[in-house]
C-alpha cells in the first residue's frame, strides 16, 4: 500500500499567485480530511470529506482557500491568492469511516514569499 | 479556538527517565487519540481510547482517558531517544467524528 500521497513536497510561490496542493488518499478510504500545521497554531483541520462530499469546512480560513474532491481518488486544495501568512504545512489525511485511524500524508511544506 | 491544550509543550530528558505527558480541554470527546510525528512527515497513530477511564498499554507507554472523557495523559517508562518526537492528541467530535489535535508536546531524549 502506497499511504496517502501528496504532491508537491514543496511549494514556493510569490504573494498573489494561485496555489494548488494535491492529495491522492488510500485506496477504499471514504473520509479526506485537510489540515494546515503551523508552529503557532499547531495542527487545524481546514476540510473534512466523506465519500467525496464535502461534510465541513468551518476550519477553512477564508474565501481564498477552496477544496474539492471531484473522486475517491484525488482532491485538491487551492489557495487564491496566495499571501505569505498562508506559509505552513499542509497535510492530507484518510480513513476509512468506520475504522477511525487516520493515515496522513507526508505533507506539502508551503511558502509564500 | 483550540479545543485541546497539551502540557508540557517542550520536554528535554535524559534517557532512562520517565516522562508525562497531559492532555486537557473542556470539551467531551467520543474517543482520543495520541499520535507522534517526526520532522518532515505525518503524524502517525499509536493508540485510541474510547472509554471514560479506559487505560491502554504500548510497551513503555501507558495511556489513559479520563473518566469524563475530556482528558488523557500520556506515560513514558524508561525513555529512550527513539522516542523523540512531537507527541499530539487527537479528540473526535462532530457531526463526522473529525479529530481536533491538540496543540503538541515536543519531546527530546538525550543520550
Redesign the interface.
Known sequence: DAG?IQSPRHEVTEMGQEVTLRCKPISGHN?L?W?RQTMM?????LI?F?NNVP??DSGMPEDRFSAKMPNASFSTLKIQPSEPRDSAVY?C?SMV?TN????????TQLSVL | T?LLEQSPQFLSIQEGENLTVYCNSSSVFS?L?W?RQEP??????LV?VVTGGEVKKLKRLTFQFGDARKDSSLHITAAQPGDTGLY?C?G?Q???????????TSLTVIP
Open positions: 496517502v473520509s480530511f489540515y497554531r499547531g495542527l487545524e483541520l473534512y466523506n461534510i465541513d497535510f489525511a469511516a477511525e485511524k487516520l493515515f496522513f500524508g507526508s505533507g | 483550540q474517543s487519540q499520535y518532515g512527515e505525518g503524524p502517525v497513530l485510541t499530539l487527537a473526535a462532530g457531526p463526522g467524528n473529525q479529530f481536533y489535535f491538540g496543540t503538541g
